[in-house]
């Protein structure tokens, strides 16, 4: 059996891994392939902070909720062993604030320590008046995904660097799955209305005495259009922009003082910070997940397809959970059409 | 009236943390700060710096907080300022744990049981300098000198504020690169600790009793590893940078008080702050400001004229 993996951020590396964990044992043989036009570090997940955190409600999502709290175990998981490290995945805490009081998020099970802050902490943070302190997980695109990679590698998985124009091409050359991986490209292969670019600007400086992150909301606004600081293993992020619809990916000076000033505000001490670099990014951004099959028809013969594309500014945080949650999809497509085969 | 000469010898936090507030608070006094040793030679500069909160068996339980909270008030307000890095003081956040199983467990430390806070850190190295540019916006004033009694200042100093440590109790602490560490760890019995600072990671420790060596012992930095990659096992992977031994200051009690000492003919008033062991960081400012309330006293009992 071929499955074509189309994308190789966070989503596509992680699905093909389920795959493999999966049914490798199962399906023989089962031949894995990622094909893509960026690769690591050159994708939306690179550019990424890095922080696993859900936005903080989600309107009945209840699946994504889960996914999430999955995607937190799975990592927690790693670090009882040294390779957690050059996974990118270690632990911060930090605290999320609030101009007024709001009902406690959705990943308020799925962190660990959640509480809410104290008079003393929310006196650190003039402007805000509630919020929560919790320890959650760092987990690094630019060290994760190298991770994924060589893992995929090393099982024989292999990759192409190369655009592909339609799903048509690949089934065209044998591929018996093809799992859509594409993020806020997935509109080039099938046209997606509810799949808009939540554009993002970060700035990254280098300021090694911030050990906690810093996340604040503005309810007016939404979600990360105000200021947050994320420090990292190395470098710090500090953004706090989203434009829906705008799909420019080059830096923009103004989105920077916005940034910057904000951020200074939230944070005195980052005036002494030395300014790294600055990024830009396009969040796939849709109302909910697309994680689904598709069965398409191409002629006279079909092609089957599993969607898993759209998520916005959580992919890292949610990716684990829907890699399995995929893999578990494939698995219906093996079982419909390979029954007699497989045992 | 003329100005009121005080001495503080040592340059340690204890030393520093005196002097400025003696000499921010009081102009009437000219402050010089005379030491042997300055930072990064001192046992100051070999502290991690976390705040922590210590108990003292003779000193009464409200001075003890009190000198907890001023520090941790203090600093609190530096680390939350456009200084905090020049200064080196930040927020630390982490977990202290114990190997006794209680009967309710934490999930994440399947093996332990702990606490969550939040405190400080103050890192020495660019805290004492920090302090010193301080001291001067201030009028005071620093000399290098050995000073091997007080005899030798009686003739030029009116007062004398003893901030003079000296260790006894020895311990041995590494500093390792782990950028990716966020939170300190420690275990409750004061052994074994990981505190992630600025630009390394200070892994210890060791306290024995009794061992005046002043060299770094391998036996021992295998063992804070091998206790510390327990605890946090991606230690593995980092790096150490340098391996530091010196000795703590301990004592029963620190030793904030005044006396009035006869040296070469005068009658000398002298404060103590001396004798914070292990909570040098943690207890500098709340017992300097003691230290001053100490000097107001002596300022107050000197006789208006009685200078030389």
Not at chain 1, 26 to 51: H, K, N
Not at chain 1, 127 to 138: E, P, Q, V
Not at chain 2, 21 to 35: F, H, K, N, Q, R
Not at chain 2, 129 to 138: A, D, I, T
Request: glycine fraction near 10%; proline fraction near 5%; hydrophobic fraction near 35%.
């Amino acid at each position: 059996m071929r499955v074509a993996v189309i994308g190789a951020g966070v989503i596509g590396l992680s699905t093909a891994q389920s795959i493999y964990e999966q049914y490798h044992s199962i399906i023989s043989p089962l031949t894995i392939e990622v094909y893509a036009d960026r690769f690591t570090p050159l994708t939306t997940s690179d550019g990424a902070a890095g922080f696993w955190q859900p936005y903080l409600y989600d309107k009945g999502n209840v699946q994504e909720t889960k996914w999430n709290k999955e995607t937190f175990d799975y990592l927690l998981s790693f670090l009882s062993s040294s390779e957690s490290i050059k996974m990118g995945i270690f632990l911060q805490s930090g605290y999320n604030l609030c101009t007024e009081p709001a009902p406690d998020p959705s990943f308020k099970d799925a962190v660990l320590g959640f509480r809410q802050l104290t008079e003393r902490e929310l006196k650190m943070f003039p402007g805000f008046t509630y919020g929560w302190f919790n320890t959650a997980l760092m987990v690094e695109g630019k060290s994760y995904l190298p991770w994924l990679m060589d893992w995929l590698q090393k099982r024989g998985v292999k990759f192409y660097h190369r655009k592909i124009e339609s799903f048509k091409e690949l089934a065209e050359t044998g591929a018996d799955v093809i799992i859509n991986c594409t993020g806020i490209r997935s509109g080039e292969l099938q046209p997606d209305p509810d799949l808009k670019p939540g554009r993002g600007q970060i700035v990254k400086v280098d300021a090694p005495w911030l050990k906690h992150w810093i996340i604040t909301h503005n309810f007016t606004t939404g979600v990360y259009s105000s200021p947050y600081i994320i420090p990292g293993s190395r470098l710090v992020t500090v953004g706090g922009i989203f434009q829906l619809g705008n799909w420019s990916e080059q830096n923009n000076s103004v989105d920077h003082k916005t940034i910057w000033e904000s951020a200074c505000r939230l944070e005195p001490s980052l005036k002494h910070a030395r300014i790294v670099e600055d990024w830009s990014g396009l969040r796939p951004v849709r109302s909910k997940v697309r994680l689904e099959r598709e069965t398409i028809q191409s002629g006279a013969s079909t092609i089957e397809v599993i969607h898993n594309y759209g998520h916005g500014g959580f992919g890292l945080t949610i990716h684990r959970g829907c890699a399995q949650e995929a893999a578990r999809l494939f698995g219906q497509i093996v079982l419909h059409e390979h029954s007699m085969k497989v045992w | 009236m003329k100005t009121v000469r005080v001495a503080v010898v040592g340059a340690g936090v204890i030393g520093f943390s005196t002097a400025v507030c003696i000499a921010e608070a009081l102009p009437s006094c000219s402050v010089t700060l005379l030491a042997d040793k300055f930072s990064p030679d001192t046992t100051s500069d070999g502290a991690a710096g976390i705040l922590f909160a210590a108990k003292f068996p003779d000193i009464p339980l409200e001075r003890q907080k009190r000198w907890f909270k001023d520090s941790f008030e203090h600093l609190l307000a530096i680390a939350q300022s456009q200084h905090s890095p020049e200064a080196g003081v930040m927020l630390s956040s982490g977990w202290q744990i114990f190997k006794e199983v209680p009967a309710d467990k934490k999930p994440f430390w399947s093996e332990f049981f702990g606490q969550a806070f939040t405190t400080i850190k103050c890192e020495c190295t660019s805290y004492l300098p920090w302090l010193e540019k301080r001291l001067s916006l201030s009028g005071g004033q620093v000399q290098q000198r050995r000073v091997t009694s007080l005899d030798e200042l009686s003739s030029s100093y009116d007062i004398i504020v003893n901030c003079s440590g000296l260790g006894s109790k020895i311990g041995q602490v590494l500093k390792v690169v782990a950028p990716w560490l966020q939170h300190f760890i420690r275990d409750g019995d004061g052994k074994t600790y990981i505190y992630p600072g600025i630009h390394s990671v200070t892994v210890g420790g060791t306290r024995q009793e009794g061992d005046w060596r002043l060299q770094v012992d391998e036996g021992d930095t295998e063992s804070i590893l091998e206790r510390c990659i327990r605890l946090e096992p991606s230690l593995r992977e980092a790096k150490v940078l340098s391996k530091w031994v010196g000795l703590r200051p301990s004592r029963r009690n620190p030793r904030v008080e005044r006396e009035v000492v006869q040296l070469q003919g005068r009658r000398v008033p002298v404060v103590h702050n001396y004798g914070h062991g292990g909570w040098g960081v943690t207890l500098a400012w709340g017992t300097a400001l003691d230290a001053l309330g100490l000097v107001r006293n002596c300022l107050r009992e000197m006789p208006p004229q009685a200078k030389l």
